[in-house]
């Protein structure tokens, strides 16, 4: 018993001596980690502190346009109108998708087409009725392989590709667009290194056409300039040149060897026939010229979320149109590698189709009628509401877009008494205005125009 009372004792001492071991060696480890929670902690501290690599980039300004959207989501006036963006809406004032595109949607589903990559330069049947539907079916230029197209990013990813090609190929040259012109232009050829200036084209005392203006500063540009065109519905003015007034902007432009370059980003949804909004393009390609043309099926198919668009060059030869199509394929590879399909097929859909092409006509009408509609009914009521002020630049203007001369200070007032949203430079988009509305618009300019 008193040899196990000795174990016992020998036990009990050293268990003692183990925990206060095991009590040292946790207050050791406490304290050791404490203090590398300590040192993680302060360089934490002195990660925050530290100066980022990207403390020199400035803030970017609001776009101009889509800026316009953000501050109409945020207005809580039962009254706000959005007339900033250029999107098509139904009397409703809802986004509207045409039932023809659902139809050709319905289709490509029935067929089970897959997500593969595209070529580079895009679907080939949307190719070939896009260059169709520009200068025509069996126009000579397509007979004579000297007109090429280049699927790219809608009408934006388009002049973007045209603006790199002119950097690359065209270099020195500058690109002349008009005053005022869309606002992504600039940015478009300035961000890709070419120069731009202005020409004259709006004419505040009549709210449209300076021709002299515009003649006398084209026949100015240095010899080979670009001269950048809106093919139909001008943006932001609505204000397009006749037929006569194109010949004598053909004319110097040929006479000075420009390259002109059109933008056609409405056809068929300004005056409501292809043909027609084609005119100016085909007119210049008639006269001999060698011409860039961007393509947009936004506005004219509603297809505004598939960026779908082309680039299209008509020169005077085959081998000149080749040699260029394999370097704006080149400049696409390195931009965005290969365009998006699913719009593409729906274009191809729609125009390869006899019964759906004419389908989407009567929408396109349809649609430009509407517009034609809301031109018509805000005219008559600023006419009867301020019968002292000439409006009918309102009806005189075409597309989507009436510039309706309004100062900033003006459209501030629009903006903040009124709820009416538009750009600064006095733009409003017709297409989301409704028939309901116009009478509220014509009091927000008038009050505007009379008390600002």
Request: hydrophobic share 40%; aromatic share 10%.
């Given at each position: 018993m008193a040899a196990f009372a000795s174990i016992n004792a020998f036990l009990s001492q050293s268990s003692l001596v183990s925990k206060s071991a095991q009590s040292k060696n946790v207050k050791f480890l406490s304290k050791k980690t404490a203090r590398h929670q300590m040192q993680a902690s302060q360089k934490r501290a002195t990660t925050v502190m530290m100066a980022s690599a990207f403390d020199g980039v400035d803030q970017a300004p609001p776009d101009p346009i889509l800026g316009v959207s953000d501050a109409f989501k945020k207005c809580e006036s039962p009254a706000k109108l959005n007339l900033g963006v250029g999107a098509y809406r139904t009397e409703e004032l809802q986004p509207y998708v045409l039932e023809v595109v659902k139809k050709a949607e319905a289709k490509m589903m029935e067929k089970g087409e897959n997500k593969e990559y595209l070529p580079i330069d895009g679907l080939p049947a949307f190719k070939q009725c896009t260059l169709e539907l520009l200068l025509g079916a069996g126009h000579p230029a397509l007979e004579e392989g000297r007109a090429i197209s280049v699927q790219s990013l809608s009408g934006t990813g388009s002049l973007r590709v045209g603006a790199a090609f002119i950097n690359v190929w065209l270099p020195g040259k500058t690109v002349y667009l008009s005053k005022p012109t869309w606002g992504n232009h600039k940015n478009i050829?300035?961000?890709?290194?070419?120069?731009?200036?202005?020409?004259?084209?709006?004419?505040?005392?009549?709210?449209?056409?300076?021709?002299?203006?515009?003649?006398?500063?084209?026949?100015?540009?240095?010899?080979?300039?670009?001269?950048?065109?809106?093919?139909?519905?001008?943006?932001?003015?609505?204000?397009?040149?006749?037929?006569?007034?194109?010949?004598?902007?053909?004319?110097?432009?040929?006479?000075?060897?420009?390259?002109?370059?059109?933008?056609?980003?409405?056809?068929?949804?300004?005056?409501?026939?292809?043909?027609?909004?084609?005119?100016?393009?085909?007119?210049?390609?008639?006269?001999?010229?060698?011409?860039?043309?961007?393509?947009?099926?936004?506005?004219?198919?509603?297809?505004?979320?598939?960026?779908?668009?082309?680039?299209?060059?008509?020169?005077?030869?085959?081998?000149?149109?080749?040699?260029?199509?394999?370097?704006?394929?080149?400049?696409?590879?390195?931009?965005?590698?290969?365009?998006?399909?699913?719009?593409?097929?729906?274009?191809?859909?729609?125009?390869?189709?006899?019964?759906?092409?004419?389908?989407?006509?009567?929408?396109?009408?349809m649609m430009a009628g509407r517009i034609k509609g809301v031109r018509q009914?805000?005219?008559?009521?600023?006419?009867?509401?301020?019968?002292?002020?000439?409006?009918n630049f309102v009806l005189r203007q075409i597309g989507m877009f009436s510039f309706t001369g309004l100062s900033p200070a003006q459209v501030e007032n629009m903006t903040n008494k009124w709820h009416v949203y538009m750009t600064k430079d006095g733009r409003i988009s017709l297409a989301g205005l409704s028939l309901s509305k116009c009478k509220y618009l014509a009091e927000a300019m008038v009050d505007s125009f009379q008390n600002c």
């Open positions: 050829f300035a961000d890709a290194g070419v120069e731009w200036k202005e020409y004259t084209y709006f004419d505040p005392a009549t709210v449209g056409l300076d021709i002299d203006g515009m003649l006398a500063d084209i026949e100015a540009a240095p010899e080979g300039s670009i001269i950048l065109l809106h093919g139909c519905a001008h943006n932001p003015t609505g204000v397009d040149p006749t037929k006569d007034q194109w010949q004598l902007i053909a004319d110097v432009c040929k006479s000075k060897k420009h390259i002109p370059f059109f933008d056609v980003a409405y056809q068929g949804f300004a005056s409501g026939s292809l043909d027609e909004d084609a005119f100016a393009p085909r007119f210049f390609v008639e006269q001999g010229m060698e011409v860039f043309v961007s393509q947009s099926y936004s506005k004219n198919l509603g297809l505004y979320a598939e960026r779908v668009g082309a680039l299209n060059v008509i020169a005077n030869d085959k081998e000149a149109a080749t040699k260029t199509a394999s370097q704006l394929k080149r400049i696409a590879r390195a931009i965005y590698s290969n365009p998006p399909v699913h719009g593409a097929r729906i274009v191809a859909e729609v125009v390869g189709d006899e019964a759906m092409f004419a389908e989407w006509k009567a929408e396109m009408e009914s805000l005219y008559e009521n600023l006419t009867e509401m301020m019968p002292e002020k000439d409006w």
